[in-house]
């Protein structure tokens, strides 16, 4: 069984960037639903190899995948927003933002880029791909199938409407730009620092 995330702040504590009533309805409703179906899906697949009947394998599968890359795609995107606490990228995550992207505006222009463009419902990602040895970006428009084998996310936009909708309406770019100002790149460098140990200039 997997457990919810606590959110290391207050439901209103990104206002006015991100509202109080996008986060609860985010948080308490959307995210626990990833949860509780991931958690029943992990129980069916254990009544499955407990009786040995894989007859529903196809159907159980792609549950874990859909609920389960929302779940884990959500906290990620939880995780990476703060307010009132001023945070940068690491001296040796900005080194590679340098490298891969020529400079942390580049890096920032073609993230935003990508955030609008994401088609429908997905997201976007600054991840690390260890077998290209460098930084990318990446839209992610169907959660349930990885966009990159073996890449590792390091900061991640919700672009699914229910996570700007009610508070910029169709401006996805009024959206992102609020997001900058919440990134919590603690997060993002914990990340960097922790998850990615073969970085390389
Ligand atoms: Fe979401």
Avoid at 40 to 56: S, V
Avoid at 101 to 124: D, L, M, P, R, Y
Avoid at 135 to 146: D, F, P, T
């Amino acid at each position: 069984m997997i457990k919810k995330i606590e959110l290391p702040y207050k439901l209103d504590a990104l206002e006015p960037y991100y509202s109080k009533e996008t986060l609860d309805i985010h948080y308490n409703t959307l995210y626990d639903g990833y949860v509780k179906n991931t958690n029943l899906t992990l129980e069916k697949l254990e009544q499955a190899r407990t009786n040995n009947n894989f007859q529903d394998i196809k159907c159980l599968e792609k549950n874990l995948s859909f609920f389960g890359s929302g779940v884990i795609l959500h906290e990620l995107f939880f995780l990476n927003m703060i307010l009132y606490v001023p945070t940068n990228p690491s001296k040796s995550l900005m080194d590679q933002i340098e490298k891969d992207f020529g400079g942390f505006i580049n890096f920032k222009n073609q993230f935003t880029q990508s955030s609008i463009n994401v088609e429908a419902s997905g997201w976007n990602l600054l991840v690390w791909v260890p077998n290209f040895n460098k930084l990318e970006i990446l839209q992610c428009e169907k959660h349930q199938n990885l966009t990159l084998w073996g890449c590792i996310p390091l900061l991640v936009l919700d672009m699914w409407e229910h996570s700007y909708f009610l508070q910029y309406k169709a401006s996805r770019q009024d959206y992102i730009n609020a997001f900058w100002n919440i990134v919590n790149w603690n997060e993002v460098n914990k990340r960097w620092d922790e998850i990615c140990p073969i970085y390389k200039i």
